[in-house]
């Protein structure tokens, strides 16, 4: 399969979007945003370990991409933690759709989920019939907000 070059990729979400100093009105407080991209270069690098170079090649970029993304996120976090801000992780809706989809068997009513990504199941796993449709989408507020 040909390696998409277009689309930066991120692993996933980070367990939560919003850091906020404790005890502090959010609305007296500056607020850091760092981008998706800003994120998954931390937990690469700084989180899992990986050298830049790999961690580039992981999200799709290049060295020198990947390079001024870590060194702007590390300074958007070092100013969070030393002025005591707002950090916040901004998602775009793209990227904040839903990653598993439902499936509905026709033959025997079992549903399941399958993550996106891995093309259409071949059959019902648990009668394997192959009459069964998309049931809709899940994680995400909007019905079906996932990226075409
Ligand atoms: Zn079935």
């Not at 609305?27 to 850091?32: D, I, M, N, P, R």
């Not at 998706?36 to 899992?48: G, K, M, P, Q």
């Not at 093309?119 to 995400?140: I, L, S, V």
Request: proline residues 7%; glycine residues 10%.
């Amino acid at each position: 399969m040909p390696r998409p070059r277009c689309c930066r990729r991120i692993a996933g979400e980070p367990a939560c979007r919003v850091f906020k100093p404790a005890g502090i009105p959010a609305s007296t407080l500056e607020e850091v945003v760092l981008s998706l991209e800003e994120y998954e270069t931390l937990r690469l690098a700084d989180h899992e370990g990986l050298y830049q170079e790999a961690a580039a090649e992981r999200m799709g970029v290049s060295r020198q991409t990947f390079g001024r993304a870590i060194a702007s996120a590390r300074g958007k976090v070092a100013r969070a933690l030393v002025l005591g801000c707002v950090l916040r992780i901004e998602v775009p809706e793209a990227e904040a759709g839903p990653t598993m989809r439902d499936f509905l068997c026709s033959a025997c009513g079992h549903a399941w989920q399958e993550p996106f990504g891995t093309g259409r199941p071949k059959a019902c796993p648990a009668c394997g019939a192959d009459e069964f449709h998309r049931a809709g989408c899940t994680g995400n507020a909007s019905p079906c907000g996932h990226a075409k």
